[in-house]
T-cell receptor, first 121, second 111 residues
């Protein structure tokens, strides 16, 4: 079946512009995660949703960053007034409900999309 | 708080040699541990995961990892390296659903 998809794959923008990054999770996956990966580093957690509810946004760097998942499927990560330091690979992942517990859990595999490479000039 | 430390940003092996990638974790709750692999220009792919069922975990492509609580380690091994194993490997810990990743180890395989 189809994996996690992200669009656009590449985004070049000028400092001060707003950008919206889209994530389409695997069908039926209830949890959706956003990570940011700088060059030469591991992915860094930003925020995640179970269904449409944002569970944890502690990783969002500041209030220029926001995310939503209004219908519990597609999610959008928005960065307002972009700065050069926002340049990175933005990765989305999704995971299913646990078959054992019937709930999302920390032990479920997260399936990652190909990422959006954001460059702020 | 949770964290992982991956020792060695680069590991070089010859084809056919043992692969050992090191990962140590810190967690305030019983950890779930993962190894992901990232090939160039691709997303991360799960190699294996530890969820407390068994301390020796077997994954895809001949990789395995052993959870050692006393050493807070979860090292990744493969008996015989293939050229196709050249990639970046990330260890991650999860206790509250989000993943905390290490900085990664790039595996280089020479013929």
């Amino acid at each position: 079946g189809a994996g996690v998809s992200q669009s656009p794959r590449y985004k070049v923008t000028k400092r001060g512009q707003d950008v919206a990054l889209r994530c389409d999770p695997i069908s039926g996956h209830v949890s959706l995660y956003w990570y940011r990966q700088a060059l030469g580093q591991g992915p860094e957690f930003l925020t995640y949703f179970n269904y449409e509810a944002q569970q944890d946004k502690s990783g969002l760097p500041n209030d220029r960053f926001s995310a939503e998942r209004p219908e519990g499927s597609i999610s959008t990560l928005t960065i307002q007034r972009t700065e050069q330091r926002d340049s990175a690979m933005y990765r989305c992942a999704s995971s299913p409900i646990s078959q054992n517990s019937g709930r999302p859990g920390p032990y479920n595999e997260q399936f990652f999309g190909p990422g959006t490479r954001l460059t702020v000039l | 708080a949770q964290s992982v430390t991956q020792l060695g940003s680069h590991v070089s092996v010859s084809e056919g040699a043992l692969v050992l990638l090191r990962c140590n974790y810190s967690s305030s709750v019983p950890p779930y541990l993962f190894w992901y692999v990232q090939y160039p220009n691709q997303g991360l792919q799960l190699l294996l995961k530890y969820t407390s069922a068994a301390t020796l975990v077997k994954g895809i492509n001949g990789f395995e990892a052993e959870f050692k609580k006393s050493e807070t380690s979860f090292h990744l091994t493969k008996p015989s390296a293939h050229m196709s194993d050249a990639a970046e490997y990330f260890c991650a810990v999860s206790g509250f659903q989000k993943l905390v990743f290490g900085t990664g180890t790039r595996l280089l395989v020479s013929p």
